[in-house]
């Protein structure tokens, strides 16, 4: 019964709001409308109504899948100071990275559905029902990792809303096995995308030991950018307590690891460039173009350059102490991660091709459509669970008094029923 009351007190919290939330609301079902129009037509024609080919058959959707995974990992930057560390001040936003990372990992998903021709064939990959080839494929092991670190959000998320809606204290000790096991599975999750593409000896672009490094490295510098400008809005929109100390502890993470991110790009620059060969072709096509065909050029130097101006303002005190500069490090972090991840890792792989053929790619229309109906949607259900999550935190949507006794009464006379009846 408390568990039905739950669901429905929550639901009850989507319909209450401002002016500028239902205006959001909408904003974000029109994009989903019009990227939904979109797949409607890619699903009759097939990905041919793409600029993705026999050549390069991973593109901007698989770009934003990589990019996502890494999101989702970086939300344990904030359960390891919550929990490790035991501070309250993060631990009071922890659910709102534990939301972060389970809508990162639900659009990771979605990504790669519509990144399928036929997405009905994806019965193929349910164990027991189809051929899962575990553990022999890495694609195997992904959808188990990303599907885990999924429960294992939802799973904890729902016990602390639980608990507080009705009122009791959470145990530690129930959940705090379950919150160490999603540490190490935020790793994971990220280090077995890596070996996706790594394990690919035919693409030397890829085909690097240091590419799982590099991906957890940039992971923890866009992720806590995100969370950064999400815990402002939400302290500036809604009110939320969100405190100065837990953006400053994101900030420092987020400095470190865009550092070793950027020394990790200059690394591969040198194996790349100092003795080049064939090897190098793509990275040569990439950074300077290869026979003529540098469209991929503007978006890798562009990226480098926001993630130098972001990294000046995060080192220079000065500047970080300015909160537009900040903030606009924040935007330029995440905006230079997704390019340098997406964009300027997937495709390069592609060009030129194990026989020499150079066939570009860039996204068109209805990639972009699609891909912004996915971000509409991940970002509709966040506002969704953390409307209902932060009313519950704050107290406004509880369980009632007199309906908690009513329940507590219901058990005791079932109890005492039970002791009547003779065996």
Sequence with gaps: MALLLFFRDAFRELFRGSLLYWAWIVFLWAIIALGGWSYIGQLSNGLVVTNMSNQVSWGFYISNFTFLVGVAAAAVMLVIPAYIFDRKDIRDVVLLGDTMAVTAVMMAMLFVIVDIG??????????????????????????IVLSGYLLLNLGISFYLLFSHYQGREVKLKTYLPFIMLAIFWAISIHTVTAFLYSANTGRPFWHNALLAPRFIASAFCSGPALAILILQLVRKLVGYPVRQSAIDTLRVTMTVALQITLFFVIADLFTDFYFEGAHSASARYLFFGLHGAAKLTPWIWSALALLVIAVTILMIRSLRRNPLLFNLACVLTVIGVWIEKGMGLVIPGYIPTPLGEIFEYLPNSTEVRISLAIWAIGLLTFTLLAKAGMAIERGQVRLRDDIEEELAGLTNDEESESLKTPT
């Design 118 to 143: 036929r997405p009905d064939r994806i019965w193929h990959m349910i164990p027991l029902i189809g051929r899962f080839n575990f553990p022999v494929s890495l694609l195997a092991w992904d959808v």
